[in-house]
């Protein structure tokens, strides 16, 4: 027997170009099956009332949250993905920072299971192969060039599940590493690099498509020296932004949306502590705190690098749109849509017919009510 399809009616729901208001969406099974505009008259309708409903949210860089992080091991994974699903995050990657080759291999390893059980999306490697002097909260001493070899044997560790890799491509072998990851199907990110525009504009001719955490642990624009944040603004590439109102000034926030119409990605880089308390913590080999809800270097000061964030994909849209402006259907396509065309993952990001039915339902304050992944309520 086909499965019974439901009609869910809203005040609004985000369509990929436009917001219905009114509007449905019909579910069967684990799939959308069409959308619409108008107030149905008969049938089997779930009315979600004065709410917004849009796509389930794509996070392709976050490390961890309530309390755990990506180790490797099915618990914390679990925790990771428990945490930000009932924040509206639907699908994501698993971001790994800067190790040594044997643990990362082992953590690859154990997390490309997970990708294939359906709890992750993928795997993103931040790291070894970053600049020293845009290191951030990654260990200096772990940093390492990519070498063929060394890329390679963590690529095969994950058995095709590294769907990212953020690299300083002004290292030793670098533009050659942007080549061998484009070639194997893994989107090459340019990241904590302290490149200048020419050395960044020949990583995206040879492959680079994003600019990771945007601003953040890059070489900053200025008007005789663009840097790497110059060539990202330029490119026809997508750019990563941290919407938590301490990577990035609300005007800037907007300011990049306004440059790049379609390619901002909304990313939390989400740490343990994100959906959780401040106190002390972890991320990868290095100790931060998170004081007053933000992440740092742990380094005896209070002023420490920063270390990821206590991001949720939802306040990242709330802070967006509120904050700084930006329309709700940008906010949602670049926590949605844009993070899943660049994953390549076409059976998430946007609630049209035949794709997962993912969703979800936003209070009048952009708070997350309710949250379905794959036809099902999970909170």
């Not at 990519?146 to 990212?164: F, H, I, K, Q």
Request: with cysteine; proline share 6%; net charge negative.
């Amino acid at each position: 027997m086909p499965p019974t399809t439901t009609r869910l009616t809203a005040a609004r729901v985000v369509a990929p170009s436009h917001v219905l208001a009114p509007g449905w969406v019909d579910v069967a099974g684990d799939r959308v099956v069409a959308v619409g505009e108008g107030t149905p008259a008969t049938g089997d309708v779930q009315d979600l009332g004065d709410v917004t409903v849009v796509p389930g949210f794509v996070d392709m860089h976050v490390h961890g949250g309530g309390g755990a992080s990506f180790d490797g091991t099915a618990e914390s994974a679990a925790v990771v993905a428990a945490t930000h699903l009932a924040h509206g995050t639907t699908s994501m990657l698993a971001s790994l920072v800067t190790d040594t080759y044997d643990a990362l291999a082992q953590a690859v390893g154990e997390l490309s299971l997970l990708v294939a059980d359906g709890l992750l999306a993928g795997v993103h490697l931040e790291g070894p192969w970053l600049s020293p002097r845009q290191a951030g909260a990654h260990r200096p001493g772990l940093l390492a060039e990519p070498e063929p070899a060394a890329l390679d044997a963590l690529l095969s560790a994950g058995d095709g599940t590294v769907r990212m890799v953020t690299l300083a491509p002004e290292l030793s072998g670098g533009i050659e590493a942007v080549r061998l990851l484009a070639a194997a199907g893994v989107v090459p990110a340019v990241g904590h690099t302290d490149a200048p525009y020419d050395v960044v504009r020949d990583a995206i001719d040879a492959g680079a498509s994003v600019g990771t955490h945007l601003f953040n642990a890059m070489s900053g624009l200025h008007h005789r020296e663009p840097g790497a944040v110059g060539a990202l603004l330029e490119a026809p590439v997508d750019a990563e932004v941290v919407a938590d109102g301490v990577h990035l000034h609300p005007a800037v926030l907007r300011t990049v949306f306004a440059a790049k119409p379609g390619r901002c990605v909304l990313v939390t880089d989400a740490m343990a502590a994100a959906g959780a308390e401040d106190g002390d913590y972890r991320l990868g080999p290095m100790p931060i705190e998170v004081r007053d809800g933000v992440a740092r270097l742990a380094d005896g000061t209070g002023r420490g690098a920063i270390a990821g964030s206590t991001l949720t994909m939802d306040a990242a849209v709330r802070h967006a749109v509120r904050d700084a402006g930006v329309p709700l259907l940008d906010a949602v396509h670049a926590a949605s849509t844009a993070p899943a065309r660049v994953l390549g993952l076409g059976d998430v990001g946007a609630l049209t017919p035949g794709r997962r039915a993912d969703l979800v339902v936003l209070g009048a304050r952009l708070e997350v009510v309710r949250v379905m992944r794959a036809g099902t309520w999970v909170g």
